[in-house]
């Protein structure tokens, strides 16, 4: 197991790495002061973890932060079954916060085309495109968390979005993630969205993952949650039969998008 100072020398080296996809050793090892035998062991453990490729001279990152409009394209037919089906889960008078990820973009384009047993909302939001695609759309209740703006997912993120969220009494958490698997669990590919996401689940009552299937298997670097951490999974039918099966023995219930 990795301590949590070597975690933290990971996360550096992977922020450093997010830019462009790639390093060169020397310079890592300048930038944050670190022995080259330290360095090693640190590629060799982010290597092992599937996130990057060492190669003479430095390293290729293999998991890279993937631009929000890119990713808005990936899987959409998926996505937006899963936003639907999400819908389903609002009552009048809740409180609920939509993750930044385009799956939530998803769930609010689905709000907005109307609620008609829902006659009350509180929604929050750290997603810039989720409450602009909400605003002046719903009679709801509409809160976007400030902070400073992390251009690649067009969220607010940082000190000042984290003191708003403390404040906050949540319902529902509607989580997206990059990946999940059962033994690395919830994870996202940037840093400053995770501490996000910790941030509303410690606000939260209840906490359901928005994540359709081809996220199953996958592995990003930075953890959400343990897998068993969330209690409902809303996905496709595509899931694979593995991870049904290590939904069941988490005590993960699953709720099919194309299914309900």
């Known amino acids: 197991m990795v301590n949590p100072l070597a975690e933290h020398r990971l996360e550096l080296i992977m922020s450093a790495m997010s830019a462009n996809g790639e390093c060169r050793t020397q310079q890592l090892a300048e930038r944050f ?16 973890r599937g996130l990057l490729r060492r190669v003479h001279g430095g390293a290729v990152a293999l998991n890279r932060d993937v631009h929000y409009s890119q990713r808005l394209e990936l899987g959409q037919a998926q996505k937006q079954l899963v936003g639907r089906a999400a819908t389903r889960l609002l009552k009048s008078g809740q409180t609920v916060y939509l993750d930044a990820g385009t ?4 769930m609010a384009r689905a709000i907005g085309q109307g609620l008609p047993l829902v006659t009350h909302l509180h929604i929050v939001t750290h997603g810039i495109s989720i409450a602009s695609e909400l605003a002046g759309r719903t009679p709801y209740q509409l809160q976007l968390i400030g902070g400073e703006v992390y251009q690649n997912a067009l969220s607010t993120v940082g000190p000042v979005a984290l003191a708003q969220i403390g404040d906050l009494d949540i319902d ?26 910790r941030a509303v689940i410690a606000r939260s009552k209840d906490v359901v993952a928005i994540c359709d ?7 990003s670097f930075a953890p959400i949650v343990p897998f068993a951490g969330i209690k409902r999974w809303i996905v496709d039918r595509g899931l694979a039969q593995e991870g049904v099966e290590a939904a069941r023995a988490a005590g993960i219930a699953l709720t099919y998008a194309d299914g309900l």
């Open 33 to 48: 002061q670190m022995s080259m035998m330290t360095l090693r062991r640190d590629l060799l453990e982010l290597e092992t």
């Open 103 to 106: 799956t939530g973009f998803e």
């Open 172 to 197: 529902v958490f509607f989580m997206g993630a990059g990946g999940v698997d059962a033994q690395q669990g919830w994870t996202n590919s940037n840093h400053v969205e995770t501490q996000i996401k």
């Open 213 to 219: 299937s081809a996220k199953w298997g996958q592995r």
